[in-house]
T-cell receptor, first 117, second 114 residues
Framework: KAGVTQTPRYLIKTRGQQVTLSCSPI?????VSWYQQTPGQGLQFLFE???????NKGNFPGRFSGRQFSNSRSEMNVSTLELGDSALYLC????????????????FGQGTRLTVV | AQKVTQAQTEISVVEKEDVTLDCVYE???????LFWYKQPPSGELVFLIR????DEQNEISGRYSWNFQKSTSSFNFTITASQVVDSAVYFC???????????WGAGTKLIIKP
């Protein structure tokens, strides 16, 4: 069974640009949650999509957005990139809509490492 | 407010030693879930265990064991007879029933020297 696939693995962007990251969950999983990991702030929850609807949202500015398609694949978009957006972005796939937590096991991808210069 | 504290930033031991990673949490919910994840250098978070707040039984899985104590709000993780392959960053996380998103500790970097 294929795991969670995140593309691209590495990305370098310039300040002010926008970026789109992709996450393909495990087959049959309908929930995709996104997390940002930085050395300073650690792991922080961005948002969760379940059956194409955003179910939960963390405390990030509106520059961070996402969507989910009917095949459960999800994309995350960051507009007007800032240096502080440099991070490892991880997505988690789960059967139920639990934002990666709750009583449901979540499976994480290897992440996309975004560097903003 | 909910919070997870992993006071040990980095631990270094020699292979075959036992090592305990500490995790202390704060929550006002009576129903919550606690997790441990391992993050090897490849970056992905590997699920190790989930415990709900009503299940205080300790758990053992091979060389891994977990000690959940509600009285001290702790959920500690012990690796017995550590191996070099155990080297990674380990995260403890909390998820409340009122909002399932994971609240993460800062992580403990574990270095096992041969």
């Amino acid at each position: 069974k294929a795991g969670v696939t995140q593309t691209p693995r590495y990305l370098i962007k310039t300040r002010g640009q926008q970026v789109t990251l992709s996450c393909s969950p495990i087959s049959g999983h309908r929930s995709v949650s996104w997390y940002q990991q930085t050395p300073g702030q650690g792991l922080q929850f961005l948002f969760e999509y379940f059956s194409e609807t955003q179910r939960n949202k963390g405390n990030f500015p509106g520059r961070f957005s996402g969507r989910q398609f009917s095949n459960s694949r999800s994309e995350m978009n960051v507009s007007t990139l800032e240096l502080g957006d440099s991070a490892l972005y991880l997505c988690a796939s789960s059967l139920a809509g639990s934002s990666g937590g709750g009583d449901t096991e979540a499976f994480f991808g290897q992440g996309t490492r975004l560097t903003v210069v | 407010a909910q919070k997870v504290t992993q006071a040990q930033t980095e631990i270094s031991v020699v292979e075959k030693e036992d090592v305990t990673l500490d995790c202390v949490y704060e929550t006002r919910d009576t129903t919550y879930y606690l997790f441990w994840y391992k993050q090897p250098p490849s970056g992905e978070l590997v699920f190790l265990i989930r415990r709900n707040s009503f299940d205080e039984q300790n758990e053992i899985s091979g060389r891994y064991s977990w000690n959940f104590q509600k009285s001290t709000s702790s959920f500690n993780f012990t690796i017995t007879a550590s191996q070099v392959v155990d080297s990674a960053v380990y995260f403890c996380a909390l998820s409340e029933d009122s909002n399932y998103q994971l609240i993460w500790g800062a992580g403990t970097k574990l270095i096992i020297k041969p």
